[in-house]
């Protein structure tokens, strides 16, 4: 590809994706995917909260959609966030955008912790979803613009590992919490639950000063002493000469390059990928966990007061959560050896058996079944699914292109995750949890099916040739170009 030949021509743009890495990239990494920290955080503290809230703890029954939009309202303002992040991202620097995000979010996890009726709190977590919506989608962007080609799916993978850290956090921090003051549980436990998320937030807040901008954003936008310095940070000396030449690459791609039908069927696989991805109820167990379990007829869970029954809902999701990080260390073990097709559909395969598993077990009236599905369930997806579309969502696309996706792939994330946290209730009520647990099932099937035909195998395969195999090819011959390790239908543009 004549793209793929300039940036292999150029010194600063080699430098960029053959650097070794370290702390500082590891560093950086982390300050970038604080945000899927904070995300993490939320998907578990809400569902945690609720019952516990003057204002909102008998909503589930008396109007399970205004409870699903509680629980869900942020994931509704992180679809908005990302949309905006698509318009703002290429014009004020991913940097920019990253302390804004943090500073929103602080704001918001402070007034929900003062909030006085439910509409003050729905608002709020609404504003919470617009950061952590924004930080999703430019995250992954500003990543792929640093870090080296053959360390990029493991830098990419600090996202999903971020998401599930924030998940297990707010359960220690609601089991410390109604420890410490049980009595005050209906009062301050709740507001210090939902507060405490400042905390990260605000530390992401100072120390994302701290970060350089993209290197590759301050060339194209001619900030020519700033990117030196950013450079400089990476451990990458670079002249004014050099730099003015990687502009002139920058800028030629920029324009020589539009949305073509490879970008566009990348995008169709990606969209379904992170559509599937939400829509198989993984976050039921973080939001609704609690709950649910506590509500289960095992370990005497339904024998002591309410509160006992949540600190017994948080600590069974504790569990759930502890597998959900250690299954996600197994993804980083083998996104690059094993490969993100075989991943994928391994993972939404047991994701299907473990449905289905616990959906028989559930309705033959045996109720431990329901966590054996769940835990199964979540080592499948935590490092099959989970983290393998956070890192296709950059490497299917050039990088001129990245961000944009990325940020229209964080859209489709977060509408998908809408939609199924809003259902959930009322799927709850209406089928119960055992059939909502087959459609999940069923759902994690078709996926197996769809990405059976479409995807491709993109491991050990740089941007470039990812970018030429989709251009080359429709998208039922994707996945047989990648197998082949040649494009089938070359030169039938």
């Known amino acids: 590809m004549e793209n793929s030949s300039i940036e292999t021509q150029d010194p600063i743009l080699n430098k960029l994706n053959d650097k070794i890495t370290t702390k500082f990239y590891w560093a950086v990494t982390l300050l970038a995917t604080i945000g899927g920290f904070l995300f993490g955080y939320d998907t578990s503290n809400i569902g945690t909260d609720l019952g516990f809230i003057p204002f909102a703890k008998n909503i589930a029954t ?40 943090a500073a929103i979010y ?30 999703s989608a430019i995250a992954t962007a500003y990543i792929a613009e640093y870090a080296p080609k053959n360390r990029r799916g493991h830098l990419s993978l600090m996202q999903q590992w971020m998401i599930t850290w924030g998940i297990l956090g707010a359960y220690f921090v609601g089991m410390g919490v ?23 937030s605000l530390i992401g807040l100072v120390f994302r000063f701290y970060m350089p901008e993209s290197p590759r954003w301050l060339i194209l936008h001619e900030k020519y002493d700033k990117a030196i310095a950013s450079l400089k940070r990476f451990n990458i000396t670079a ?50 966990g609690p709950t649910v379990i506590a509500n289960l007829h095992i370990f005497g869970s339904t024998s002591g007061t309410y509160l006992s029954n949540a600190v017994f809902g948080i ?25 993100r097709r075989s991943l994928g559909l391994l993972g939404y395969a047991g994701m299907a ?11 033959s009236h045996i109720e431990i079944g329901l966590l054996i599905g769940f835990a199964g369930f979540i080592v499948f997806f935590a490092f099959g699914v989970g983290g393998t579309g956070w890192l296709i969502q950059g490497e ?3 990088t001129q292109y990245r961000g944009l996706y990325a940020s229209l792939i964080a ?46 195998e993109t491991k050990n395969k740089s941007v470039e040739e990812i970018n030429d195999m989709f251009e080359k090819n429709q998208l039922k011959d994707v996945k047989n170009a990648a197998e082949s390790g040649k494009s089938p239908n070359a030169g039938n543009k």
Do not use: C
């Not at 999701?317 to 993804?331: E, P």
């Open 239 to 288: 002249q004014l000469s050099d730099i003015k030449n990687t502009h002139k690459v920058l800028v030629e791609k920029e324009t020589k390059m539009k949305a073509t039908p490879g970008i566009k069927r990348a995008f169709v696989i990606v969209a379904l990928f992170m559509m599937f991805q939400q829509i198989t109820g993984i976050n039921i167990p973080f939001y609704y």
């Open 106 to 135: 602080t704001i918001g996890a402070l007034l929900s912790a003062l909030s006085v009726n439910l509409v003050m709190l729905l608002v709020s977590r609404t504003f919470i979803g617009l950061a952590v919506g924004a930080d």
């Open 411 to 456: 859209v489709v994330d977060w509408i998908s995750n809408f939609a199924i946290i809003e259902l959930f209730p009322v799927m709850h009520i209406d089928i119960g949890l055992g059939y909502t647990m087959a459609v999940f099932g069923i759902l994690s099937i078709m996926a197996v099916i769809t990405f059976y035909f479409i995807m491709p």
């Open 62 to 101: 008396t109007d399970p959609f205004v409870y699903g939009y509680l629980i869900a309202g942020a994931s509704l303002g992180a679809a908005a966030g990302a949309l905006i992040a698509a318009l703002l991202t290429d014009r004020y620097g991913r940097k920019f955008l990253l302390i804004t995000d």
């Open 178 to 200: 109604f420890f410490i003051a049980p009595q005050l549980a209906y009062t301050v436990d709740w507001r210090v639950l939902l507060g405490v998320a400042a905390i990260p």
């Open 396 to 398: 299917y696309f050039p």
């Open 353 to 363: 058996f473990f449905d289905i598993l616990g959906t028989v077990l559930y309705l």
């Open 315 to 339: 600590e069974a999701s504790s569990i759930l959560a502890i597998i959900n990080v250690l299954a996600t260390l197994i993804g980083f073990r083998l996104i690059d050896s094993y490969g």
